[in-house]
């Protein structure tokens, strides 16, 4: 413990707060973390990567790559959009469990909710981006409706809206979660104390610059962050497919800013809250959010081993059209061989019959003139043949 002269001679933090693992676990921060990259690198080899991320593909409509790029698209939209169903979970879980503890939260667990939640967004915006698109190339008419669709859609034309479905509405939820969480954070940084219950402050050599003022730079990064984040979020919600690679930009250069936001200030301040304790120790919440990432994991592994298996029997069936065409075609050209011998042979039998007869007409026209000549020039035989008749 600190000791009173202590306190009042130290310029650092006193008070930080009590130990937290269910909010700054290591489980929970390997959760969200983790989600983010699978969302991030996903979407990011789909729209940069690869022949899917253009609108024409680059593949023929009915070629057999065509099929093989769609099949693509349609996995990856499953494990981003399974993905983000988690994210949206745990993460609006995460920031309730945050506000019903508002009396007691320190301003350090506060700071790291924020950073943490923050992966929230980003696989958000990627998972919504790739949705929005694939409805685009996959030519979905509609979106599955839930029952307050069916309920409230006669009455509100918002529901009746491609950007008032299930997801969006959830989305909407938690960016209005997070615009409250930030403004819960700008309010703790200015009530910033060194040694006031419950946790006014913490230690921030890892965060800021030694010669910057503080809380004020850690309000300007809050304020920033927050809003760029906003902004991405409700981007891909509302915007249309051609400004994917613009958002998913955007949301990429959020994601190693809060990664090292939350190790610096979850290291920085490790062994210096209250007792001297340490928050690596596995709760329900860390369990169940490690768990819940497992079944994302999941779901990418199962996702890939039926693309890969889809392109291997179409890649093969391909190679066997080629083979039986090929096969084929040397048949076609052996038999047009073939018939044209065939059909050689019969006009040399009919030419030859045809000079055969022409043959025979003048050697039947040349005997007759011999006849006709020997009777000419031998009358006396003529004669002879009379009187023996």
């Known amino acids: 413990m600190v000791t009173l002269p202590e306190r009042a001679s130290s310029p650092e933090c006193i008070l930080v707060g009590e130990t937290r693992s269910d909010i700054a676990g290591i489980g929970i921060i390997v959760s969200f973390v983790g989600q983010a990259a699978i969302s991030l690198c996903l979407a990011v080899w789909a729209f940069f990567f690869s022949k899917s991320g253009a609108f024409d593909g680059g593949h023929a409509p009915e070629s057999i790559d065509h099929a093989i790029e769609q099949k693509r698209l349609e996995c990856v ?7 983000n169903d988690i994210q949206m979970v745990i993460g609006t879980s995460y920031m309730i469990s945050a506000f019903s503890n508002a009396d007691s939260i320190d301003t350090y ?13 980003v696989s958000s915006a990627a998972a919504l981006v790739c949705w929005t698109y694939c409805d685009v190339r996959l030519h979905h008419s509609s979106h599955a409706r839930d029952c307050a669709s069916h309920l409230f859609t006669r009455h509100f034309a918002c529901f009746r809206s491609s950007h008032f479905t299930p997801r969006h509405r959830a989305t909407y939820l938690f960016a209005a979660l997070y615009l409250v969480l930030t403004i819960l954070l700008c309010v703790a940084l200015d009530n910033w104390a060194l040694d006031q219950p419950p946790g006014r402050c913490y230690f921030s050599h890892l965060v800021t610059a030694p010669s910057a003022p503080h809380p004020m730079s850690d309000k300007v990064y809050v304020s920033f962050t927050a809003s760029w984040m906003l902004l991405v979020m409700l981007a891909a919600a509302l915007s249309g497919a051609r400004w994917r690679h613009t958002i998913l930009v955007l ?11 939350a ?6 301040n490790q062994g210096k809250l209250e007792g001297g304790g340490y928050e690596n120790g596995w709760d329900f919440g860390q369990t169940t959010a490690v768990i819940l990432l497992a079944v994302a994991a999941r779901e990418l592994f199962d996702k890939g081993v039926e693309f890969f298996f889809f392109e291997k029997d179409l890649k093969k069936n ?3 059209s080629n083979r039986n065409g090929k096969r084929d075609h040397r048949d076609g050209a052996s038999n ?6 065939i059909s050689s042979a019969e006009e040399g039998y009919s030419s030859n019959s045809a000079s055969g007869a022409i043959y025979g007409q003048r050697l039947g026209e040349r005997s007759s003139f011999a006849k006709t000549a020997s009777k000419a020039t031998n009358p006396g035989d003529s004669k002879m043949e009379e009187g023996d008749k």
């Not at 939209?77 to 993905?83: T, Y």
């Not at 949301?251 to 936001?261: D, W």
């Open 109 to 121: 667990h506060l700071h790291l909710v924020f950073d943490i939640v923050s992966f929230v967004g």
């Open 77 to 83: 939209s499953d494990i981003l959009m399974v993905g």
């Open 263 to 268: 190790l610096a200030l979850r290291s920085a």
């Open 336 to 341: 047009n061989h073939e018939l044209s011998g």
């Open 318 to 320: 391909r190679a066997l």
């Open 251 to 261: 949301a990429f250069l959020q994601f190693p800013v809060h990664l090292y936001m």
